[in-house]
Each structure stands twice: as structure tokens, then as C-alpha cells.
């Protein structure tokens, strides 16, 4: 993997998990204060970025995943080095 593939590849991988975590926050906050109209329109617009940012991860890099792969003709889900061959550096 290039350096500049490896770049990107990190960088969506941080938008993911921004996106994830303010999901996650979101929604904690919202099971205490279930009628906050502010708190609902964060949530929703954390849950429309997290899933924008999944889609650009695995359209470019795979399924995030097992779940995500769409591929049904072949399992993409391992076609990747994992981690201790040198995957994601």
C-alpha cells in the first residue's frame, strides 16, 4: 500500500470513528433527555455522517464490517492482509 493510499485510507478511517463516537455521545445523551429537539437533529445529522463515512470508507477500502460486505459472488471481507502481514500500515 502506498504511502498517499495509506494516508487516505487512515484519514476515512478517522472520520468514521469521529462520526461513531458523537453517534455514540448522541445517543447516550438522548437516553436521558429524550424530548430535546436539539439533542434529536445532532443525532440525526451524526447518523448521516457516520453512514456517509462508512460508505467512502468501503467503497475505496471494503467493508468496515462482515455485515457490510456486498459482494456476493466472492467474500471480500478477507481479501485484505490482516493486521500481522501488514495490513494497515
Known amino acids: 500500500m502506498t504511502n498517499s493510499n495509506s494516508d487516505t485510507r ?5 472520520q468514521v470513528t469521529r462520526a461513531g463516537f458523537a453517534l455514540d455521545d448522541a445517543q447516550l445523551f438522548l ?5 430535546d429537539p ?10 448521516g455522517a ?3 463515512a462508512v ?9 468496515l464490517i462482515a ?6 459472488a466472492y467474500w471480500s471481507w ?6 500481522w ?4 500500515n
Open 10 to 14: 487512515q484519514s476515512l478511517l478517522m
Open 31 to 35: 437516553d436521558t433527555h429524550p424530548c
Open 67 to 72: 455485515a457490510l460486505n456486498s459482494d456476493t
Open 55 to 63: 460508505k467512502a470508507y468501503s467503497a475505496q477500502f471494503g467493508p
Open 50 to 52: 457516520y453512514k456517509e
Open 78 to 83: 478477507i481479501s485484505d492482509p490482516w493486521p
Open 38 to 47: 436539539g439533542a434529536m437533529a445532532y443525532f440525526q445529522q451524526m447518523s
Open 85 to 88: 502481514e501488514g495490513g494497515m
